[in-house]
């Protein structure tokens, strides 16, 4: 069923995709917390929630309420993200999960994470990643 899950939320049509992590003891409630949160912005919204839940990461979906146009919705992506990100910040959790974080989240991040965080994470590349040739352009 989860391999399944990725092509029908693609044949049900658009939608703002989120890899989040945050502690598995907390999983429930953010799910609840978050889904409420985007609820009262958007009436009726859709989350389609799945992932790797043994160690607390998420694909954390959503898509418009039935009757919305998508490409209305997809406009409101900032929005829709700067929720889930900040539910996800206030369980402790990450924006970025398993997929790592690359250019789309490149100044989102800047939102979650201090300074010193920031130059740990390049620190870190850095050491693995002398050359900056896997892939380039990514902040981790």
Known sequence: MREN????QALDGKQVKHDVSVPISHI???VEVAHAA???KFPGVRVV???????GNLHFN???PLGMDEDAF???MRDVNRI???VTDRFGGSISADHGLGAYKREEILRYKSPLEMDLMRAIKRAIDPLGIMNPGKVL
Do not use: K
């Not at 899950?5 to 029908?8: D, G, H, I, Q, R």
């Not at 929630?49 to 160690?55: I, K, L, Q």
């Open 5 to 8: 899950l990725t092509e029908a």
């Open 28 to 30: 429930a409630e953010f």
């Open 38 to 40: 985007l609820e009262r």
């Open 49 to 55: 929630n799945f992932g790797h839940v043994g160690d």
């Open 62 to 64: 959503v898509a418009p």
């Open 74 to 76: 997809m406009q409101r």
């Open 84 to 86: 889930v990100h900040d």
